[in-house]
């Protein structure tokens, strides 16, 4: 478990607050009891995290139930530039947290209510700036100029998502 800055504290409460803000202004959650949203820990993943930038984690309690251990967030949420996004992802969190354990249609369905459309389909270009800030090698596409940077090489053994064709390595 990482261990949270005090500005990293600070961060978390702040996303912590304006998620349940808005989730009080939600009708769908008009009769919801949002005091568990309150106390429940939050933490921190690494910041190794590209693709996961949210997890609820979740323990075995003495009556034999589930019940959450911690919310842990990507640090780098907390960027000014990522912020909506990082309410997007913990208002998913938070979903688990009132029950909804499995990504199912349900769960999809309340998701889709987050007010803030734009935040909601930020995660490949998060993804991507994680990668982007980690990457070593750009994968290079020849034909239609894309890239996707890595930590490895290719080797020869990828092909371009969009046109197919064999990537080429690029030191970064
Ligand atoms: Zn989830
Ligand atoms: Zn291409």
């Known amino acids: 478990?990482?261990?949270p800055s005090r500005e990293?504290?600070?961060g978390l409460e702040q996303l912590?607050?304006?998620?349940?803000?808005?989730?009080e202004?939600?009708?769908t959650f008009a009769l919801t009891d949002t005091r568990e949203l309150l106390t429940v820990p939050l933490g921190l993943l690494r910041k190794s995290a590209t693709q996961r930038h949210g997890v609820t984690r979740w323990i075995r309690a003495d009556d034999g139930n589930l019940k959450v251990e911690v919310v842990e967030l990507h640090p780098r949420l907390f960027d000014e530039a990522w912020g909506d996004y990082g309410a997007f992802v913990l208002f998913h969190e938070f979903l688990h947290v009132l029950?909804?354990?499995?990504h199912?249609?349900?769960?999809?369905?309340?998701?889709a209510q987050w007010p803030n459309r734009t935040a909601a389909g930020m995660g490949q270009s998060f993804t991507h700036a994680m990668r982007l800030g980690r990457a070593r090698w750009l994968w290079y596409c020849p034909s239609c100029e894309e890239s996707y940077p890595r930590q490895r090489k290719s080797n020869g053994k990828f092909q371009c998502r969009k046109c197919r064709k064999l990537l080429e390595d690029r030191p970064m």
């Open 104 to 111: 199912d249609r349900t769960f999809r369905a309340l998701e």
């Open 1 to 3: 478990m990482v261990q």
């Open 16 to 23: 912590r607050l304006r998620v349940i803000s808005v989730l």
């Open 99 to 102: 029950g909804f354990r499995a």
């Open 8 to 10: 990293q504290r600070e």
């Open 25 to 27: 202004t939600m009708d």
